[in-house]
């Protein structure tokens, strides 16, 4: 699948590999090189791509086709294919901890799905509106505890870096909710022109990223007051990557995010400023793409 949509771009399948390991090495390196908060970065990072393979649509159709065993055993492997470079990285920058906790992490995702069935409706602090919050709320909530539960041991052991990693966690949780198109149906049921959508989308993701992201802004912030423009400044990059991929998203609109958005997603992760560009050039071509579907 990965093959055709590399096709679908016009880039050659072996060629696109080896740019994509290049790519991730080059990344890697500068991260750790570059910061101090890389290793917090890395597994969010990591985690972010991994939890996309446990959709919940995802996954009821692999439960169609493989019975229960083979079914844990193929996510496992799906798992760590994806998990695996990133520990490896960890391992060879000889952080054993932090590479222990994603192996442990990475076949716990693949497995806990498929434990647990909930026949209740979980609550959420949301509205039916924003329907990409209520339904990823309630597929993401245990990642909002251990959030705030990492933000509750990084003020008892005093780690600054620890209550940041929380927050990215929010925040590239909430990134997730963005990921996919929904239906047309949708969006042409709004009556708004194209960039009083974006502008309305945007200004609720915003809004319900920093209601869950604040607790913990607010905790670190008091306990770490002289760290206070570090915390502001990434609770300002978290909101234009928020932000970038909104744009991103319905600038393909219907179709899903392609390979070329994961390209400057990562370079914008080297060079954040590179966001100030793309996002309103982004929100030019989704404008456009959304002319078809809102009048």
């Known amino acids: ?61 692999l439960k169609i086709c493989f019975e229960d065993f083979l079914l844990k055993k193929i996510r496992i492997i799906e798992n760590l294919a994806l998990g695996l470079p990133f520990i490896a990285f960890l391992l060879y920058k000889n952080q054993f901890v932090f590479a222990m906790i994603l192996l442990i992490l990475t076949i716990s995702l693949a497995i806990v799905r498929f434990q647990t069935k909930f026949n209740f409706t979980i609550w959420t602090p949301f509205s039916k509106r924003p329907f990409e919050f209520t339904i990823g709320f309630r597929n993401t909530f245990y990642i909002f505890i251990l959030a705030y539960i990492l933000t509750i041991i ?25 990921s996919k198109p929904e239906n047309e149906y949708y969006v042409w049921i709004f009556n708004q022109k194209p960039s009083d959508f974006l502008l309305n989308k945007i200004k609720i993701a915003l809004l319900y990223t920093t209601l869950l992201a604040l607790p913990i802004i607010v905790f ?66 989704s404008k456009n793409r959304l002319n078809n579907y809102l009048k």
């Open 220 to 285: 670190i912030s008091i306990y770490n007051l002289q760290q206070i423009g570090i915390i502001l400044l990434f609770v300002i990059i978290g909101w234009a990557f928020l932000i970038f991929l909104i744009l991103a998203k319905y600038s393909t609109y219907p179709d899903e995010i392609n390979v070329g958005h994961g390209v400057l997603f990562s370079l914008c992760i080297i060079f954040p400023p590179l966001l100030t560009v793309l996002i309103p050039y982004f929100f030019s071509l």
């Open 1 to 61: 699948m990965i093959n055709r949509k590399f096709k679908d771009a016009g880039i050659n399948p072996m060629m696109a590999s080896i740019l994509v390991v290049i790519l991730f090495v080059g990344i890697s390196v500068y991260l750790f090189y570059k910061t101090e908060f890389a290793t917090y970065i890395y597994l969010i990072i990591a985690l972010t791509l991994i939890s996309n393979l446990s959709d919940i649509k995802r996954t009821e159709f």
């Open 154 to 178: 990084s003020i008892f052991v005093k780690n600054f870096n620890l209550g940041i990693f929380a927050m990215l966690l929010v925040f590239a949780t909430t990134l997730n909710y963005y």
